[in-house]
C-alpha cells in the first residue's frame, strides 16, 4: 500500500531533550516536506526537500533540523525543543510529475 | 516572502447550497494554487488544483478560479452535503520551487447541515 508513515505518532517530551520525527514514504517519491499545523494558523512549512542531500527552509525553520540522506527517509529533529514547538506536524511526499502531496498521518507533540 | 490570506473562517450553509471560499495571495510570481480538505482528526488531502496558466478548472461540484490581476483564487463547492464538513486550505507556491515550496492560508471551517 502506497503510503507516508511517520513516527511516533504521539509524543511528550521536557523542554531542551533532543528528539527525531521520521517520516518514511514508500512511493518512491523525489520531494518530501514538513509541516506544522497549530490553530488558527493553518498549515506552515518548516521545510522541504526536492532530492537527496538537498533541503530548503520553509516558512517557519528556526528550531528544526533536518536531513535527506535516502530518498525514501526525511526525519525532522528538534535539537533543543521548546515549549512553542509544541504542535501537530505533518510529513508529505510528491513527485516531479505530479504535484500533489500526499501526507502523512501527523505527530502530536506536547513539549512541557 | 508570500503571504496567503483566506475568508471567510468559517462558513455555515445548508445542504444543497452553494459554498465559497476566498483566498489572496501577495506575490504575483506563484505560479501554483492547490486546496487541501482535512477532515476532523485526519490529515489533509488535496481535492483541486490551479495553475497560474489556467483560469478555471473543475471536478465534478467543486471548481478553482483565478484571477492573477487581482491576486485571489477561489473554491467553490455545488451541492454541498454534509460529508463535504471540513477544513478547507488554499495554498499558493512561489515559482522555482517545483511546486513543493507551500504558503497556506489559515483555513476556513464548513459545516453543511441537512
Known amino acids: 500500500e502506497a503510503q507516508v508513515t511517520q513516527n511516533p505518532r504521539y509524543l511528550i517530551t521536557v523542554t531542551g531533550k533532543k528528539l527525531t520525527v521520521t517520516c518514511s514514504q514508500n512511493?518512491?517519491?523525489?520531494?518530501m516536506s514538513w509541516y506544522r499545523q497549530d490553530p488558527g494558523l493553518g498549515l506552515r512549512q518548516i521545510y522541504y526537500?526536492?532530492?537527496?542531500?538537498?533541503?530548503d527552509k520553509g516558512d517557519v525553520p528556526e528550531g528544526y533540523k533536518v536531513s535527506r540522506k535516502e530518498k525514501r527517509n526525511f526525519p525532522l529533529i528538534l535539537e533543543s525543543p521548546s515549549p512553542n514547538q509544541t504542535s501537530l506536524y505533518f510529513c508529505?511526499?510528491?513527485?516531479?510529475?505530479?504535484?500533489?502531496?500526499?501526507f502523512g498521518p501527523g505527530t502530536r507533540l506536547l513539549v512541557l | 516572502g508570500e503571504n496567503v490570506e483566506q475568508h471567510p473562517s468559517t462558513l455555515s450553509v445548508q445542504e444543497g447550497d452553494s459554498a465559497v471560499i476566498k483566498c489572496t495571495y501577495s506575490?504575483?510570481?506563484?505560479?501554483?494554487f492547490p486546496w487541501y480538505k482535512q477532515e476532523l482528526g485526519k490529515r489533509p488531502q488535496l481535492i483541486i488544483d490551479?495553475?497560474?496558466?489556467?483560469g478555471e478548472k473543475k471536478d465534478q461540484r467543486i471548481a478553482v478560479t483565478l484571477n492573477k490581476t487581482a491576486k485571489h483564487f477561489s473554491l467553490h463547492i455545488t451541492e454541498t452535503q454534509p460529508e463535504d464538513s471540513a477544513v478547507y486550505f488554499c495554498?499558493?507556491?512561489?515559482?522555482?520551487?517545483?511546486?513543493?515550496?507551500?504558503?497556506f492560508g489559515t483555513g476556513t471551517r464548513l459545516l453543511v447541515s441537512p
Open positions: 512511493m518512491n517519491h523525489e520531494y
Open positions: 490551479i495553475r497560474s496558466n489556467v
Open positions: 508529505a511526499s510528491s513527485s516531479p510529475n505530479k504535484e500533489t502531496q500526499y
Open positions: 526537500s526536492m532530492n537527496v542531500e538537498v533541503t
Open positions: 495554498a499558493a507556491s512561489p515559482p522555482y520551487t517545483g511546486f513543493q515550496k507551500l504558503v
Open positions: 506575490d504575483s510570481a506563484s505560479n501554483y
